[in-house]
């Protein structure tokens, strides 16, 4: 006889909502914890005041919504991986320097497109 315990599966939508806890944690977790994602958040909520202030189209809105998202994501994901990085080898590494440096040039592009997105939405409302 085997010792394994037979469990039943969960159903799929109750799985879905604990990924949304699991999911929702880790977003409050970054905005408590993550100084970098406090940034970005508060960027994110000028611009969106800025959006409505400035009246900007539902094209111009799709595009922020999109940016301030994939920001937020590079972040988050940057963050993560330091986190992997550091608990793997707590001391320097050049290797873990690297990848640290690498997920930090990501988050670095997503800026700079954001930057010029903004300019692209913003600078002809002046």
Do not use: C
Request: aromatic letters at 12%; charged letters at 15%.
């Amino acid at each position: 006889t085997s010792k394994l315990k037979m469990t039943k599966k969960e159903p799929f939508i109750i799985n879905r909502i604990k990924s949304l806890g699991f999911a929702l944690k880790g977003a409050l977790l970054l905005l408590k914890n993550e100084a970098s994602i406090q940034v970005q958040a508060s960027i994110a909520v000028l611009v969106t005041f800025a959006g409505f202030y400035f009246e900007i189209s539902a094209i111009e809105w799709m595009v922020q919504l999109l940016v301030i998202a994939v920001v937020i994501s590079a972040e988050a994901l940057n963050s993560a991986i330091e986190e992997i990085a550091d608990f793997i080898h707590p001391e320097y590494h050049k290797k873990i320097g690297y990848t640290k440096d690498i997920a930090a040039g990501a988050v670095f592009f997503a800026g700079i497109a954001g930057i010029i997105i903004a300019g692209i939405i913003y600078i002809p409302k002046f």
